[in-house]
């Protein structure tokens, strides 16, 4: 049982060291698509490139220890375990977003961006919902 506690935390700790950085990186390119002046947008991209780089540091443990915790410890494996489908979709979609992220900042990078800060206001709440889903998924355990 200790080494379930042991991964399950970690799994946590990472996880939402990963959503952090969902969280702000979006928001780093709402600021990216209002800025006008070449300095900070130079700098701004900066900091998307070393964040989106730590992210992905950071969504590889937290998916091998969730992954970890269905396979070596059949967490949700048996019985009712249609809320463990669907968070595994959920965590799907969020990697899906993650990828979005660096695609996004890729077309920033070539200057290419064509989309407004709005969009990118409302994209940012994207993360937000997942994690709601997520989350309700694993405590409520619906179905």
Not at 76 to 104: E, N, P, T
Not at 119 to 138: D, S
Request: net charge positive.
């Amino acid at each position: 049982m200790g080494g379930y506690l042991w991964v399950k935390a970690f799994h946590i700790l990472f996880v939402a060291a990963w959503f952090a950085g969902l969280f702000y990186l979006p928001r780093i390119f709402v600021n990216m698509a209002m800025e006008t002046e070449p300095a900070a947008t130079a700098r701004l991209l900066q900091m998307s490139k070393k964040l989106y780089k730590f992210m992905t540091l950071l969504a590889i443990p937290a998916l091998i220890l969730g992954f970890a915790l269905v396979g070596v410890y059949q967490i949700g494996v048996g019985g009712q375990s249609g809320w463990l489908h669907a968070k595994i979709f959920v965590v799907f979609a969020i990697a899906g977003y993650h990828y979005s992220c660096g695609r996004i900042l890729r077309k920033f990078e070539a200057g290419q961006n064509t989309r407004s800060h709005t969009w990118f206001r409302w994209f940012n709440e994207v993360p937000v919902v997942l994690m709601t889903i997520a989350i309700i998924l694993v405590v409520v355990k619906p179905f």
